[in-house]
């Protein structure tokens, strides 16, 4: 197992078991795994050419959000007039990381620490730290949070990965619970009826069992997103006429820093952890 040096204009690397099992990370880019070929199949839907446009958001990958989940509906700047009003998702997945390789455990290992440019939007010193695993058809998640600050920190978390399917007709969705919220309209409505519309663009928010499926019957596969509480909250979101889907891991609904609901608040200097999963199962 070992990583090199894959994309060097894109600074993209590669992680790799073999052949065919490996990702492909960019530091530079938000630490964004962009690519996970599993038993010879790319599971990840990954947009290069806007990736190269960097004027552009990212759409594919697997984006990293912090310290917020989705937007926040306020003007002004939650911790007072001297600081920057964080944007959709925070800072996290539009800034360069660190990373390493844990030769005893052999994984990834990603680094977010504080700088200059954070302190513009969020006052406290932080360690974000995400080990990534790679195994046969499942890739593992172990994130941890340190707040290096001496008063409480408040945070959010996600993942926000954009999956490969062959249309939008041949999905079937597993394990949703039978009521969602509607983020765009900001309607609980039921989730059977929203999803029949997911060719169309939906952006869903359920409170889960802790696990996310579906199956595509063209592709023969099962994707199941293992995300025990407090990151059980699921997204399920798509943009047509793009042929992937997103699946999405938070722990807390959109302004939750403006409401306080679900908001996690991580003691001084102390952490928190969250784990999560993403399994790979062929059809036959």
């Not at 070992?2 to 060097?8: F, G, R, T």
């Not at 592709?219 to 999405?248: A, Q």
Request: proline letters at 5%; aromatic letters at 14%.
């Amino acid at each position: 197992m070992q990583i090199k040096l894959s994309n060097k204009d894109q600074e993209i690397f590669v992680f790799q078991l073999d052949q065919n099992n490996y990702i492909k990370f960019c530091p530079e880019r938000g630490g964004l795994i962009t690519n996970w070929v599993s038993d010879g199949k790319e599971i990840l839907y990954f947009d290069e050419k806007r990736f190269m446009d960097k004027t552009k958001s990212i759409r594919g990958g697997i984006p990293i959000l912090f310290p917020i989940c989705g937007n926040l509906n306020t003007s002004s700047s939650v911790f007072g007039k001297d600081y920057l009003q964080l944007t959709q998702h925070g800072f996290a997945r539009d800034l360069r990381w660190q990373y390493s390789f844990n030769q005893n455990k052999q994984s990834l290992c990603l680094f977010l620490n504080e700088s200059k440019k954070t302190k513009k939007y969020y006052p406290f010193d932080f360690e974000l730290k995400i080990e990534v695993t790679l195994k046969i058809n499942c890739l593992v998640f172990e994130i941890t949070i340190y707040n290096k600050t001496d008063t409480g920190m408040p945070i959010n978390f996600g993942l926000h990965p954009y999956f490969n399917v062959s249309d939008f007709k041949n999905l079937e969705f597993i394990d949703n619970p039978l009521n969602c919220q509607n983020q765009e309209k900001n309607i609980l409505s039921n989730t059977l009826d929203e999803l029949n519309n997911i060719h169309l663009g939906v952006d869903l928010l359920m409170y889960t069992s802790g696990r996310s499926a579906f199956r595509d019957k063209v592709f023969k596969r099962e994707v199941t997103l293992n995300h025990p509480y407090p990151f059980d909250l699921g997204v399920i979101w798509s943009d047509p006429p793009r042929r992937m889907i997103c699946l999405e891991p938070w722990t807390s609904p959109r302004n939750s820093f403006v409401d306080g609901f679900r908001n996690i608040m991580i003691p001084a200097n102390d952490r928190q952890k969250f784990d999560a999963s993403i399994q790979i199962k062929s059809l036959k």
